[in-house]
């Protein structure tokens, strides 16, 4: 991005993939070359699952160092770029100091990487032999050649020493953290890259990096100094970094691997050596069976595992990943004070204009809701002339284009409306082993439709997401009260009071309570199998815990939980696949700390969804269109998988349908549960059904449509050395 004002140019990098390969070979072993020690192969496999999220350049980084206790340590970096701003200068892997130009042909966008370093490719003798091994590769490999590393002299950190990052996000608050790092006497050697600004502030603050950024971002910072690997994430949870350990073979240097994508790092993990089961066991498999993604660190990967969101991750063998976020970083509820109408707008309005900032085309999603409009009507505010996208989607029960052409009207942004070309059967198999993880959440195709659509035209859109989450925007944040202190009564109703065919029903919601009453309370009704169906479908879960204490902040809940697990994840799987970049004004740092620390009666006076947030739209839009009953951003699958629309029900039934719709999965799924569930979700299309024997099963099916379709892409990965 490129901030212009009076004076002074801002530059900001793009999008981007990383990923990273760490070897340590303790005292003693004798290591074969850098380049053996981490073939050109494997970065190639974790470049290769990345290469979507940066189709506009590429580099690699490797060094060789000692570390204290007398190991050899190998790292590798890989880059893939999606080029924002700062097109010619913005390289990486970066590192403090000089630039190396490159001059092969053919090579789109990046003509240079900055590095920092010294040219030693060689065995390590003694700790005295001097600096290592320091080398960049910012160019595209020749067809059938490992590609050119090119080493330079320059500064060092002072702190750490020799540094190196690959970074995928945008870091909002740079300008601030620069200026406060030069008073600290840090040196810069770029434009106002905010890559470089990472690097300076882990020289000064090391660990508490993340407590001074705003921003979505996911990087790896090597020290050379102490020879590790170090990764970080924003707090929300935006951009996405895994890490699992390899197993190269028996006497070998302990490996480990990290990268954006979780799909590299299974496809890695086989190509080295694979485990006896490439899924994982117990409940973190069954969590992501019952909602289709996780809440933790855990994946449905064996060994895979996400980096803590803003809590850094020593590599090399050094220090512990953390499961969750810092207990810490965000405020409790009610030990701030209670937010006003006009203080959420200027904190809106402040956070929109931190995100505006683009030398590419920029736009804003819009569709008929009300964070999508504030995040509109501030841009407008700002630029004078923002335009806004909506997608007509391909059922008109699900199309918001109308409601959206009405908002831009009453706001004066310049409105387009967009026809997606949806091929749904085989988009989600695309979406699913690109991503490589049974994400459950339908969503995820409109999602990736749209962003489809809008990237045709721009490269940066604005999104509502954390609106829903930080203000109290589900129908579940307004019974989780009612849940907690009157669940023991409502578990004793009886389910045939609720008798319905119709998954969005009264009647349907009110047997979605009693269940969730009978089993651990407001967590399961974030379940698309609740316990009780799991139940049915997987049998009892010998390791399921007594629940816990009753959830009285549904709000903090699922900002910590179903937010980064479900909506960022979904929002960058789809929008990182065609080139998208996507921002999200309401995850701005101030407005988050401010909601979360404010008491929930002032985010949802008298218990109104979105209460606040709604009075800071009146006074933007009319109360017709804030009013407007709130539509979730979904599809008809349901119908879908009884009209065969865009293959949906052939693949739905050639996936569970088959001799063995799940190969290799440690849970015995039911079968005779599964087809019951077939026969109910088509008898439920029938006007004449008992709602008794006909129900919408829509979820649940796409749920184990993308199962079927995980497993059996993992059951396909080539096996060590093959390619």
């Known amino acids: 991005m490129t901030r212009r004002g009076p004076g002074r140019t801002v530059t900001i990098d793009g999008m981007c993939g990383i990923g990273g390969i760490v070897r340590v070979w303790t005292a003693g072993e004798a290591p074969p070359p850098l380049h053996e020690s981490i073939p050109e192969a494997w970065l190639n496999i974790i470049d290769g699952s990345i290469r979507h999220r940066g189709p506009d350049g590429q580099g690699r980084f490797r060094q060789r160092a000692l570390r204290r206790d007398g190991a050899i340590v190998d790292v590798a970096l890989v880059h893939r770029r999606l080029s924002i701003i700062d097109h010619s200068g913005g390289g990486q892997p970066m590192l403090l100091g000089a630039t190396v130009a490159t001059d092969t042909p053919g090579v789109r966008g990046e003509r240079s990487a900055t590095v920092l370093g010294w040219p030693h490719d060689r065995p390590i003798a003694n700790p005295a032999a001097g600096p290592l091994i320091w080398m960049a590769r910012p160019t595209a490999p020749p067809p059938g050649g490992p590609g050119e590393y090119r080493p330079a002299r320059a500064h060092v950190c002072p702190r750490c020493g020799p540094a190196a990052v690959v970074f995928n996000g945008c870091i909002y608050n740079h300008r601030e953290l620069r200026r406060e790092l030069q008073a600290l006497g840090h040196e810069f050697h770029t434009d106002h890259s905010d890559t470089e600004v990472l690097l300076h502030g882990w020289a000064a603050w090391g660990p508490d990096l993340g407590r001074h950024l705003d921003g979505m971002y996911a990087a790896l910072i090597w020290e050379g100094e102490a020879a590790t690997l170090h990764g970080v994430r924003d707090a929300p949870g935006e951009k996405p970094l895994y890490h699992t350990l390899l197993e190269p073979g028996s006497g070998s240097g302990r490996t480990e ?141 699900h199309d918001e284009s109308p409601a959206a052409a009405e908002t831009a009207r009453r706001l004066g942004i310049r409105h387009v409306v967009l026809d997606c070309h949806p091929d749904p059967a085989a988009d989600l198999v695309g979406l699913i082993e690109q991503v490589g993880l049974p994400f459950g959440d339908s969503s995820l195709l409109p999602t990736m439709w749209v962003s489809r659509a809008v990237g045709s035209h721009v490269r940066v859109a604005l999104s509502g997401d954390g609106g829903d989450e930080l203000f109290g925007g589900y129908q579940r944040h307004t019974i989780a009260g009612t849940l907690a202190r009157w669940g023991w009564l409502i578990r004793l109703l009886p389910a045939r009071l609720a008798p319905s065919r119709d998954a969005g029903s009264r009647s349907a919601r009110v047997r979605r309570l009693i269940q969730a009453a009978r089993a651990d309370g407001y967590p399961d009704l974030l379940r698309v199998f609740s316990q009780c169906y799991a139940r049915h479908l997987l049998g009892p879960d010998p390791q399921r815990k ?24 979904k929002t960058d799987t789809a929008s990182m696949s065609v080139g998208l970049e996507v921002r999200a004004p309401f995850l701005a740092r101030e407005l988050v700390a401010a909601c979360l620390g404010a008491p929930l009666s002032s985010l949802m006076p008298g218990g109104e969804r979105k209460g606040l947030l709604r009075q800071v739209a009146r006074m933007h839009l009319p109360c017709n269109l804030v009013d407007r009953p709130k539509r979730g951003f979904a599809i008809p699958v349901g119908a879908w998988f009884r009209t065969d629309y865009g293959g949906m029900r052939q693949l739905l039934h050639d996936h569970l349908g088959g001799p063995d719709p799940f190969p290799g999965l440690p849970l015995e799924i039911d079968m005779a549960c599964v087809r019951r569930l077939l026969r109910s979700h088509d008898a439920a299309g029938e006007r004449s059904a008992n709602p008794w024997h006909g129900r919408d099963q829509s979820q649940r099916l796409y749920l184990l449509l993308v199962l079927s379709i995980w497993t059996k892409w993992l059951a396909r990965l080539p096996g060590p050395g093959l390619t």
């Open 257 to 397: 691997a990290l990268g954006s994508v979780p799909a590299g790092l299974a496809r890695l993990s086989a190509h080295v050596g694979p485990r006896a089961t490439r899924i994982a066991p117990g409940d973190v498999l069954r969590e992501c069976i019952e909602t289709g993604w996780t809440a933790g660190a855990g994946t449905a990967l064996a060994g895979v595992r996400e980096i803590s969101r803003s809590a850094p991750w020593a590599s090399a063998g050094i220090g512990q990943a953390r499961a969750d976020a810092d207990p810490d970083l965000w405020p409790r509820r009610g030990s701030g004070p209670a937010l006003s109408a006009h203080e959420v707008d200027a904190m809106v309005t402040r956070a929109v204009e931190s995100r505006l900032d683009a030398d590419v085309p920029l736009a804003c999603f819009l569709s008929g809701g009300i964070d999508s409009a504030l995040t509109a009507a501030a841009a407008q505010r700002r630029v004078g002339e923002m335009q806004a996208f909506t997608v007509r989607m391909p059922a008109p029960g």
């Open 546 to 569: 007594p629940a816990g204490a009753r959830v009285n902040d549904p709000l903090r809940h699922d900002f910590l939980s179903y937010l980064p697990g479900d909506i960022l994840r």
